[in-house]
Antibody, heavy 119, light 113 residues
């Protein structure tokens, strides 16, 4: 059974760094073709893909976030991470992590974690 | 970036009705080497995370009712619900995974008439 769960700070101030953790089970990020992605959704709005990390540590980022993103993984502990530097109110959203298998889309999603950026 | 455009943005439906919604991409999602369209459909109910319904434009995920039908190729795609049920009221998103950045459409919200 594949499950993913996101965790984060809940609230942070502008200019701080947002650190998110995705803890998953039912698959391994050391398996060939496996990946984890991060997607966010402001309240009442659409979905925005942020970044993917793959079993071989290959990484892809959304260029719209202008080098503010860093994705990483801890294969031993079944976790993936996302850092977003220099946050502002526009980064307020629910952040999801999701599994990718091969060249396919996100097949399993976490429940999401709400992050609010406010002074 | 590949732009995904979904229409309509919302649609009022009655139970039992046939529903179609459109998703158009700004460039072809058909990969010539494997003849696959890199297009997915997700369903998101209020307060829930998105759920993958269809991948490769027309392949239903395991457990997805057969009233959900994905079709299309290249740049024009359609999600059809053959007979809408009350539990289908949700927002539906298309997504291209042909090229990074992966992009989503703005969504089609199904509401009760």
């Amino acid at each position: 059974q594949v499950t993913l769960k996101e965790s984060g700070p809940g609230i942070l101030q502008p200019s701080q760094t947002l650190s998110l953790t995705c803890t998953f089970s039912g698959f391994s990020l050391s398996t060939y073709g496996m990946g984890v992605g991060w997607i966010r959704q402001p309240s009442g709005k659409g979905l925005e893909w942020l970044a993917n990390i793959w079993w071989d540590d290959d990484k892809y980022y959304n260029p719209s976030l202008k080098n503010r993103l860093t994705i990483s993984k801890d294969t031993s502990n079944n976790q993936a991470f996302l850092k977003i530097t220099n946050v502002d109110t526009a980064d307020t959203a629910t952040y999801y992590c999701a599994r990718i298998l091969g060249a396919a889309p996100f097949d399993y999603w976490g429940q999401g974690v709400m992050v609010t950026v406010s002074s | 970036d590949i732009v995904m455009t979904q229409t309509p943005s919302s649609q009022a439906v009655s139970a039992g009705e046939k529903v179609t919604m459109s998703c158009k991409s700004s460039q072809s999602l058909l990969y010539s080497e494997n003849k696959k369209n890199y297009l997915a459909w997700y369903q998101q109910k209020p307060g829930q995370s998105p759920k993958l319904l269809i991948s490769w434009a027309s392949t239903r995920e395991s457990g997805v009712p057969d009233r959900f039908i994905g079709s299309g190729s290249g740049t024009d795609f359609t999600l059809t619900i053959s007979s809408v049920q009350a539990e289908d009221l949700a927002v539906y998103y298309c997504e291209q995974y042909y090229d990074t950045p992966w992009t989503f459409g703005g969504g089609t919200k199904l509401e009760l008439k």
